[in-house]
């Protein structure tokens, strides 16, 4: 028996032609008329992308200033003083060039300033990163079972989200710490509570949007499953803005702890953050300015890294217009 073929000539001689057997399915039709379209990335291609994200200033530059912090966090609490050395010789001491020993001078009981920074940073960027994580696959999961339910379902999920919108989150942290401590657990899932529904709301606009293009409406036309379509279609297409949503989530839960814990609601002793320091060092800010300045200065930098970082992320992914 002679096998039949259908070819589909192309004036362009790059794209592929397509021959598909007469006997196979719809679907596998249309899984190779799809495959043969695709355009196949090349390796030259890939360079000059990674290469035009690392020439960009903002991208290099917040790049070094986070690698420098998480550097700071990690190994000085292992090669610097004991931050839980009392020393009542010592308290309040100025930065360099004051004392050689202590870079970032003492507190009032004389314990290294560096140090503290550092194990307080651990503390601020694993809320901030924790924060963003969870927030992320709550709101991605929920905006995306929210889109393609449409109908009543998708505006009652959207009600819900109104309505965490309208609780008074100041009450929300305090009842919180009541029952589950002033820790970092209970810090996570307070911000959490309050993030998620903007990564969900994001997420929700860009699927509904996503469904109205052709290559969705052809692989739902083939009844394909939905859980392959989120996986092979929704989810790569959502990671650009999924890491866009991350990096304004996680400056933003850095904040929202650092004032937390400036105030007195955030992490409770012995464990401190660059909230809590610079809470502790607003009390002596008049004898000694240097342990208000230094802990705000750690979150005024990494701030300004995160939200530059991600505009740089968003000029990778959505470039400007000239």
């Given amino acids: 028996m002679t096998d039949h073929h259908l070819h589909h000539p ?72 004991d931050s839980t050395a009392i020393n009542p010789d010592l308290p309040l001491v100025p930065p360099l060039p004051f004392n050689p020993e202590h870079w ?10 560096l140090t503290r920074i550092a194990f307080g940073a651990r503390i ?14 709550i709101g991605t999961i929920y905006g995306v079972i929210a889109a393609m339910s449409g109908g009543r379902l998708d505006n009652l999920m959207m009600r ?19 029952f589950l401590g002033r820790g970092t657990l209970s810090l996570v899932l307070v911000l959490s509570l309050f993030s998620w529904p903007d990564t969900a709301r994001i997420i929700r606009s860009q699927v509904l949007s996503l469904q109205k293009e052709e290559f969705i409406e052809a692989f739902q036309s083939i009844a394909g499953n939905r859980i392959r379509l989120i996986w092979r279609h929704f989810i790569p297409n959502l990671t650009n803005l999924i890491v866009l949503t991350a990096t304004i989530t996680v400056p933003r839960a850095i904040l929202t702890e650092s004032t937390l814990s400036f105030i007195g609601l955030g992490i409770e002793p012995p464990l401190s953050s660059w909230g809590s320091l610079a809470g502790e060092g607003w009390q002596m800010v008049r004898i000694a300015p240097h ?14 890294a995160l939200n530059l970082l991600g505009d740089a992320l968003q000029d990778f992914y959505q470039p400007r217009k000239s």
């Fill in 104 to 113: 970032f001078g003492t507190d009032d009981l004389g314990r290294d300033l």
């Fill in 124 to 137: 601020s960027l694993l809320i901030g990163f924790a924060t963003a994580a969870v927030s992320v696959v």
């Fill in 10 to 81: 192309s004036s362009d001689e790059n794209t592929p032609s397509v021959i598909v057997d007469t006997d196979c399915t719809v679907t596998e039709a249309m899984n190779v008329v799809s495959v043969a379209h695709l355009p196949k990335p090349t390796v030259a291609s890939t360079k000059v992308a990674q290469k035009s994200f690392w020439e960009s200033p903002k991208a290099w530059g917040t790049s070094v200033i986070l690698l420098v912090v998480i550097l700071v966090a990690i190994f000085v609490p292992v090669f610097g003083p």
């Fill in 160 to 178: 819900f989200i109104d309505i965490l919108y309208a609780l008074p989150a100041l009450m929300i942290v305090i009842l919180v710490s009541v």
């Fill in 291 to 304: 342990t208000l300045i230094l802990p705000a200065l750690f979150i005024v930098v990494t701030m300004v």
